[in-house]
């Protein structure tokens, strides 16, 4: 019985070893539309649309295994149509846990607590679009409350990679001088993944 709990202690030591070694992270996707089945979705570099990987749509369905070990925002591209002009994208965060997308006539990111702060920071940005469509407000009223948004949301998410990624992917939105300040306020080891 011992020799038994031995190989079977050695077995799961093993297991254990070989599955911690692999690192990496897991994106799973659903695709909502029919005109989606048999397209591709492109995993791209982080902070640009620069395919890096791809995978067909099989039964409304995709996933991604990313290397690494650093928790990083990817986009994910779609396209409908090889004639589309704008391919639809949604960006996703990489790291603990396994991140879920719902790209398509619907998107949605989930899964994980910084995928939740994307979300919500995705979210708020579409307020914005709204109230421009609106006609409620004056386009320098929208831009002057979007940039505050976009500032509150940096302190807000300070220690995440939220921050990092508002401040690359809006960073012309600040002059030099504000883009440096919000720099400043970030958790260093944050601070340090910026560009």
């Known amino acids: 019985m011992k020799k038994f709990i031995l190989h079977l202690s050695l077995c799961l030591s093993a297991l254990f070893l070989t599955t911690g070694c692999q690192g990496g992270y897991d994106i799973r996707g659903t695709i909502v539309g029919v005109q989606y089945t048999n397209r591709m979705v492109y995993l791209c570099a982080p ?108 302190v807000e998410n300070k220690s995440n990679i939220v921050s990092v990624y508002i401040l690359q992917s809006y960073s012309n939105r600040f002059t030099e001088e504000e883009y440096a300040q919000l720099k400043q306020q970030l958790d260093k080891e944050v601070a340090a993944t910026l560009n």
């Not at 719902?102 to 994307?118: E, H, K, W």
């Not at 421009?132 to 407000?137: I, P, V």
């Open 47 to 154: 902070y640009t649309l620069q395919p890096i990987d791809s995978t067909v749509i099989r039964d409304g369905k995709f996933g991604f295994r990313v290397p690494g070990s650093s928790v990083t925002v990817y986009n994910l591209l779609l396209q409908g149509k090889s004639s589309d002009i704008l391919p639809l994208d949604i960006p996703v965060v990489t790291g603990d846990g396994v991140a879920k997308v719902t790209m398509g006539d619907v998107f949605s990111i989930g899964g994980t607590p910084l995928n939740d702060r994307l979300k919500e920071f995705l979210l708020g940005t579409d307020t914005f679009f709204q109230d421009g469509l609106s006609g409620k407000y004056t386009s320098e009223q929208i831009r002057a409350n979007f940039k505050r948004y976009l500032q509150e949301q940096v």
